[in-house]
């Protein structure tokens, strides 16, 4: 408190406190390793953001020497490109393979359709079923060879059921009432 000036006329962009010249001193310049803009949309980044907060793009290196991934995970030049390189074939192999026709029924929103649920009922349901399949799994994995084993397996068809119980009455909450109803 030594350094406030006393009775001293204030303008309001001065501090009342006098500084040290130690204090004044300019800090130290940030480093320049991350671009300081965003390329896509010319917002400027957060401090430490990978991504652009208002259109979601990648925040580029401005050093060379690859990405931050390779780098960390140790990676040289020759050794990204030929991963690269790799993950190019992989993906123009798995666009050659062909598909049956009927396999497009699986997607869910063809079972969506077909069912006529919404997707939150939709969802509980196939979660019921999860639950019914788990009930009926645990008699084909575990043997009862005494009377302990026998009730610790029912408990555990038990509670699979109760779990698809529950998702069921979830969906049959979940599901938005009809016009004609």
């Known amino acids: 408190m030594a350094e406030v000036v006393n009775d001293a006329q204030q303008e309001f962009w ?50 060379a020497g690859g990405s931050d991934a390779a780098a960390i995970v140790g990676l040289s030049a020759p050794n990204v490109a030929r991963l690269q390189a790799w993950a190019g074939s992989v993906a123009a192999l798995w666009r050659e393979i062909s598909f049956p026709g009927w396999l497009h029924y699986l997607h869910f929103h063809e079972i969506k359709r077909w069912v006529g649920l919404p997707t939150a009922s939709l969802v509980a349901f196939m979660i019921g079923l999860g639950c019914v399949a788990g009930a009926l799994g645990v008699s084909l994995f575990y043997r009862a060879s005494n009377l302990a084993e026998f009730q610790a397996i029912q408990m555990w068809r038990i509670e699979w059921l109760l779990a698809a119980t529950a998702s069921f009455v979830a969906g049959i909450l979940l599901k938005k009432p009809s016009d004609n109803e």
């Open 14 to 63: 001065r501090s009342p406190t006098v500084l040290e010249p130690a204090a004044e001193a300019a800090l130290p310049a940030a480093s320049q390793e991350m671009a300081q803009a965003c390329a896509e949309c010319g917002s400027e980044f957060m401090i430490g953001a990978r991504f652009c907060h208002t259109c979601g793009q990648r925040r580029l290196a401005q050093v």
